[in-house]
C-alpha cells in the first residue's frame, strides 16, 4: 500500500560539492569539478535529479571561519541563502534547508530573509538553527572570542521565539488589496513583535507576509543537553550524525522525551541523521569502493590537522605524536564542546597516543549504509523500524552515487512503503507531515495579542 506524505520517511540530500571534513582528496575524483561548491549549475543539477525522485529536501550545512586545513568545500563555497534563493527559481517542489547561525546573525535581517526564500520558494524553506561551532567565527564580528555555551543556547532560544513572532507579523488576510475601496493594508491584522529580552530587542513588524507554509521549517544541529533541549522546545527536525543503531535510537528517544516534556507531539520533531550512503551492485563492491575512496579521502598531516576543528582548529602538530593525547579539552570550551569531549574520553578511556587518534578517527568509518542495493535499504528500514530515525540526511560523495540511491535503493524503499513515489502537496511541511502553523494573532480572536499598528502606520 502507498504510505501518504504523513506516513513515509524523509529523504534530505547533503550538498558539500568538493568535499566536506575528512573528504580533503574529494576534490580529486573527475566526476567533480574543481568548483563544484561555487557553481550554481552543480547544485542545480543535484536539486533537480533529487526533485525528480521526490526526495523532501536539499540540505545546506555552513560555517564562517576557515583555516588552510579547512576542507576544500569550505575554503570555496556559496553563502546558503544566497544559493538556495537560486535554487528556488530552478526547481518547484523539493524543500530547501538552509544553515545559519543565531550568534551572528540578528533577528530582524535573518527572520526577514528566511520569510523571502520561504515566499520565492512558495512555501519551501527551512531553516536548520546553529550556534557556529567554530570558535573562530568570533573574529569575523567583532567579537575577542566566541560566546559560551549558555549565552549560545540562550541567544538562539530567544532568537528563534523573536523569530517566529516576526513572521506572524502579518495575519493571512491582513492585504485585502482592494482596489475598489482602495484598501491595501488592515492595519488589524498586522502586528507589532515589541520584544525585549536578555539579547534582543526587536519591534517589529516584519515587512513580509507568510507564505503557503505559514513560517519556514525550523532544523536544529547541536547535540549537547542544551542542544537537545532547544531542538525539543522549538525544532521541527533534527539533524545529527548517524552512529549506530543502538545510539541513535537513545538519542531520538531523549529528544522525544524531551519535546513532549515541553507539551510537544513528539511526532512533529523528525529525527534525520547524516547518513553516508554508497551504493554497489554488490556488498563487497561497496566496501571496497567505501575503502579505495578512505584511502584517498585523507592523509594522516591532513587528519591530524582537522583534528583541531572540534578544539577550536587547535593546531596538534605542536605535540609528540607517540605521547599520550594532550590535555587540550579547555580549548573547546567554546567550540564543539560536545565533540571534543567524546575524543578526549576515547583516548583517555583507552589510554591512547595522539598517533593513534587520529589514526581511529580517520580509520575506515564502515558506514552501516553501504553495500548493494537490498543491504542499504535493508540498513534503513532497520533504523526505521528500531526508532532510530524519521529520515535521513544523506551524504553521497558524488552525483553518480545520488542517482544510484535514487535509481537502486528508493525503488525498494517504495515498494516496502518506506518513501513516497511522488509528492503530494507543495509545501516543505506537506512533505514533511508537520501542521501548517496557525498564525498566532489569528488564533487569539479579537487579537489581544501583539500590538496592531494602525496607529504606528498612520506616523510611518
Ligand atoms: C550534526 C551537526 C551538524 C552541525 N552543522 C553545523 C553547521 O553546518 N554550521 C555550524 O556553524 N555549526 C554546525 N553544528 C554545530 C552546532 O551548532 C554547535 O555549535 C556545536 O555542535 C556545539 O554544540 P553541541 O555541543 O551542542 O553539539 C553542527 C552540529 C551537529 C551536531
Known amino acids: 500500500m502507498e504510505r501518504t506524505d504523513a506516513t513515509a520517511h524523509?529523504?534530505?540530500?547533503?550538498?558539500t560539492g568538493t568535499g566536506g571534513p575528512g573528504e580533503h582528496n574529494r576534490w580529486l575524483d573527475p566526476e567533480i569539478p574543481g568548483d563544484a561548491s561555487v557553481d550554481i549549475d552543480w547544485y542545480t543539477e543535484q536539486a533537480q535529479v533529487a526533485e525528480a525522485a521526490g526526495l523532501d529536501l536539499v540540505f545546506i550545512v555552513d560555517s564562517q571561519f576557515i583555516t588552510p586545513d579547512s576542507p576544500p568545500h569550505y575554503l570555496n563555497r556559496l553563502e546558503p541563502l544566497t544559493l538556495l534563493s537560486a535554487l528556488a527559481a530552478r526547481t518547484e517542489r523539493i524543500g530547501l534547508v538552509g544553515t545559519a547561525t543565531t550568534s551572528y546573525n540578528s533577528p530582524y535581517n535573518l527572520a526577514r530573509r528566511f520569510a523571502s526564500l520561504d515566499l520565492i520558494s512558495g512555501g519551501r524553506a527551512g531553516w536548520n538553527v546553529v550556534t557556529s561551532g567554530d570558535s573562530g567565527t568570533a573574529g569575523n564580528y567583532g567579537l575577542d572570542e566566541h560566546y559560551d555555551y549558555a549565552t549560545r543556547y540562550g541567544r538562539a532560544a530567544e532568537h528563534i521565539e523573536v523569530s517566529q513572532a516576526l513572521w506572524d507579523s502579518y495575519e493571512d488576510d491582513a492585504f485585502p488589496r482592494d482596489?475598489?475601496?482602495g484598501v491595501f493594508?488592515?492595519?488589524?491584522?498586522v502586528h507589532r513583535t515589541d520584544h525585549r529580552g536578555e539579547y534582543f530587542s526587536v519591534v517589529g513588524p516584519l515587512n513580509i507576509q507568510r507564505s503557503p507554509q505559514g513560517q519556514p521549517v525550523?532544523?536544529?544541529?547541536?547535540?549537547s543537553a542544551e542542544g537537545r533541549d532547544l531542538g525539543a522546545k522549538y525544532a521541527d527536525g533534527i539533524f545529527t550524525h548517524a552512529s549506530n543503531i543502538e545510539q541513535n535510537k537513545a538519542f531520538a528517544d531523549d529528544i522525544k522525551g524531551r519535546a513532549a516534556a515541553y507539551g510537544r507531539n513528539p511526532e512533529h520533531v523528525l529525527i534525520l541523521p547524516g547518513a553516508r550512503i554508497l551504493v554497489g551492485d554488490t556488498d563487497a563492491e561497496a566496501r571496497a569502493i567505501e575503502l579505495a575512496q578512505h584511502r584517498l579521502?585523507?592523509?594522516?598531516d591532513q587528519a591530524l590537522a582537522e583534528l583541531g576543528r572540534p578544539f577550536g582548529w587547535h593546531d596538534f602538530r605542536q605535540y609528540d605524536l607517540d605521547a599520550p593525547f594532550p590535555d587540550v579539552l579547555a580549548h573547546a570550551e567554546r567550540s564543539f564542546k560536545t565533540q571534543a569531549t567524546q575524543i578526549v574520553e576515547l583516548a583517555r578511556s583507552q589510554e591512547l597516543t595522539l598517533r593513534q587518534v587520529v589514526e581511529r578517527l580517520s580509520a575506515p568509518r564502515l558506514s552501516p549504509f553501504v553495500g548493494a542495493p537490498e543491504t542499504v535499504a535493508d540498513a534503513l528500514e532497520e533504523w526505521f523500524r528500531a526508532g532510530a530515525a524519521d529520515g535521513f540526511n544523506i551524504y553521497v560523495s558524488k552525483p553518480s552515487q545520488l542517482r544510484r540511491f535514487i535509481d537502486k535503493v528508493l525503488p525498494i524503499l517504495q515498494e516496502r512503503g518506506l518513501a513516497r513515489t511522488h509528492y503530494e502537496g507543495t509545501t516543505l511541511r506537506e512533505h514533511l507531515g508537520l501542521p501548517k502553523p496557525a498564525n498566532r494573532h489569528s488564533i487569539r480572536e479579537g487579537a489581544t495579542a501583539g500590538t496592531p499598528v494602525g496607529e504606528l502606520l498612520s506616523t510611518s
Not at 493594508?185 to 491584522?189: F, G, M, R, W
Open 297 to 300: 579521502s585523507n592523509s594522516f
Open 10 to 15: 524523509h529523504f534530505g540530500v547533503i550538498l
Open 218 to 223: 525550523i532544523f536544529q544541529a547541536g547535540d
Open 179 to 181: 482596489r475598489k475601496t
Open 185 to 189: 493594508l488592515d492595519p488589524s491584522k
